[in-house]
Nanobody, 125 residues
Framework: QVQLVESGGGLVQAGGSLRLSCAAS????????MGWFRQAPGKEREFVAA????????YYQDSMGDRFTISRDNTKNTVYLQINSLKPEDTAVYYCAAKTDSGAGYAWVDLYTHWGQGTQVTVSS
């Protein structure tokens, strides 16, 4: 049984920071690429960041700037998303996802096979 559980979301003022966590169980976490996506009300789910199985390579949505940092700790089966200088437009449900690391397709939502339930991030102005 594969399970991804996100945590760390909440209500924060613009300019603040959050660190989201995603704990994985029941799967070979150490061989999976992990991604973070987000979905705002009325919008499609969009790619935020991804990281390769060993953490050597990370990928980001260019339009979001450098406010996001993805990292992972394979000893804890956990992936993180640090978000700094939060903006109201960052308000969304944030999801983590896993896929077999093939060396490509990190931003493609359809390639991810396992998803968490999401954590709400709300940024007030």
């Amino acid at each position: 049984q594969v399970q991804l559980v996100e945590s760390g979301g909440g209500l924060v003022q613009a300019g603040g920071s959050l660190r989201l966590s995603c704990a994985a169980s029941g799967r070979t976490f150490g061989s999976d690429a992990m991604g973070w996506f987000r979905q705002a009300p009325g919008k499609e789910r969009e790619f935020v960041a991804a990281i390769s199985w060993n953490g050597d390579n990370s990928y980001y949505q260019d339009s979001m700037g450098d406010r996001f940092t993805i990292s992972r700790d394979n000893t804890k089966n956990t992936v993180y998303l640090q978000i700094n200088s939060l903006k109201p437009e960052d308000t969304a449900v944030y999801y983590c996802a896993a896929k077999t690391d093939s060396g490509a397709g990190y931003a493609w939502v359809d390639l991810y096979t396992h998803w968490g339930q999401g954590t709400q991030v709300t940024v007030s102005s």
